[in-house]
C-alpha cells in the first residue's frame, strides 16, 4: 500500500463537493418536522447558489400499527422527487434514527429543494440536513 505523505503538485484541495473553502461557503444546518400526511420543506436552493449536502438525519415515530413510510427526499424544480437519502418503513409502533453521511456531499442545484415526508396520520418525522452553500 502506497501512502502520500506530500500533497502532488497541482492537486486541488478545494475541489467542489469535497473539501468546502469556508471563506466562500455558507454553512447549512436545518432541520423540519412533518406530522400526520404531511410533506414539509426543510430547504430550497437559491438562484445563482449550489447546496452540498454532507450528511441527512431521519428521526421518526408510529403511534399505533400501520403499515407506513416517513422519508427524506430530493426533488427538482417541478418537485418531482430525484433520490431518496432516507426512508423509514413502519407496520408496528415505535420509534427510529438513521444518519447518511454523504462523501463526496449529494449536490444540488439551484431551486431544488430536500424535504420530510410523513405518509400516514400515525407518523411524525423530523429530517436535517448538514452542508454548505457555494455560488453556482
Not at 503538485?9 to 432541520?31: F, M, V
Request: net charge negative; proline share 5%.
Amino acid at each position: 500500500m502506497t501512502r502520500i505523505t506530500k500533497i502532488p503538485e497541482g492537486y486541488n484541495l478545494e475541489a467542489r463537493g469535497i473539501i468546502p473553502n469556508p471563506i466562500d461557503a455558507g454553512r447549512i444546518n436545518l432541520d423540519a418536522i412533518a406530522v400526520g400526511v404531511q410533506t414539509t420543506v426543510i430547504y430550497t436552493v437559491p438562484a445563482g447558489k449550489i447546496l452540498f449536502i454532507s450528511s441527512c438525519l431521519l428521526s421518526s415515530r408510529e403511534s399505533a400499527n400501520a403499515s407506513s413510510l416517513v422519508y427524506v427526499v430530493v426533488r427538482n424544480i417541478a418537485d418531482t422527487e430525484q433520490y431518496t437519502p432516507l426512508l423509514h418503513y413502519y407496520d408496528l409502533a415505535g420509534h427510529q434514527t438513521t444518519t447518511s453521511i454523504h462523501l463526496p456531499a449529494l449536490e444540488l442545484p439551484a431551486g431544488w429543494d430536500i424535504a420530510v415526508i410523513s405518509g400516514h396520520a400515525n407518523i411524525d418525522g423530523r429530517g436535517g440536513i448538514r452542508g454548505w452553500l457555494e455560488d453556482a
